[in-house]
């Protein structure tokens, strides 16, 4: 059964800040993770799309990167900025033709001014 | 091109009570999948369908079902409510194997 855990839970940095959050899944036999974000009371935002046969994937400030060996992503955020306050979500989709997505717990962010 | 559209927006109902939530997908999209969201489980996956046939259904009792119509707009039954069924309800829709986009979600409260 596939377990998608989510490090640190939350995160406290100042304006300016690079960061990165870590993904890590129990099962490799993946065919994409997908990075979420969601405001609070909110539904969720697609940030990043990786497949299974990338290494990484770049939108702006954000970079995702993929270890399918060893069951890890990360979201590297760049200078932070109050507005990137949210929950961070990291999802991923297995192999075998199935929509479904098993999501980690979430990090909450806070950026401060 | 218009969002993910759940309807409605919040919904307060009581126990035994049962609800129909109702998501409309983006153009195009055929697969629709719904998930659950609570403060202490977290989003858990409860069915996905494509092209109106069931494809995956997650670990929830026969009380939550669902269904999809050959517009792909898709709902979902909640029978007999329990207080545990209060949650934000999330659709999303996708081509098949790409970005899932969701929508804002139906709140929903069981007193």
């Known amino acids: 059964k596939q377990e998608v855990t989510q490090i640190p839970a939350a995160l406290s940095v100042p304006e300016g800040e690079n960061l990165v959050l870590n993904c890590s899944f129990t099962?490799?036999?993946?065919?994409?993770l997908q990075w979420f974000r969601q405001d609070p009371g909110k539904g969720l935002t697609s940030l990043l799309l990786?497949?299974?046969?990338?290494r990484e994937q770049t939108s702006g400030r954000l970079n995702a990167s993929l270890d399918k060996s060893s069951g890890r992503s990360t979201l590297y955020i760049a200078a932070s900025q109050p507005g990137d306050s949210a929950t961070y979500l990291c999802?991923?989709?297995?192999?075998?033709?199935?929509?479904?997505?098993?999501f980690g717990k979430g990090t909450k962010l806070t950026v401060n001014p | 091109k218009a969002g993910v559209t759940q309807t409605p927006r919040y919904l307060i109902k009581t126990r035994g009570q049962q609800v129909t939530l109702s998501c409309s997908p983006i153009s195009g999209h055929r697969s629709v999948s719904w998930y659950q969201q609570t403060p202490g489980q977290g989003l858990q996956f409860l069915f996905e369908?494509?092209?109106?046939?069931?494809?995956n259904k997650g670990n929830f009792p026969g009380r939550f079902s669902g269904r999809q119509f050959s517009n792909s707009r898709s709902e979902m039954n909640v029978s007999t409510l329990e207080l545990g069924d209060s949650a934000l309800y999330l659709c999303?829709?996708?081509?098949?194997?790409?970005?899932?986009?969701f929508g804002p979600g139906t709140r929903l409260t069981v007193l």
């Open positions: 990786i497949q299974s046969s990338q």
């Open positions: 099962d490799s036999a993946i065919y994409n």
């Open positions: 999303a829709s996708s081509l098949k194997g790409r970005t899932q986009y």
């Open positions: 999802a991923v989709m297995a192999q075998g033709g199935s929509e479904k997505l098993v």
């Open positions: 369908y494509f092209s109106e046939t069931q494809r």
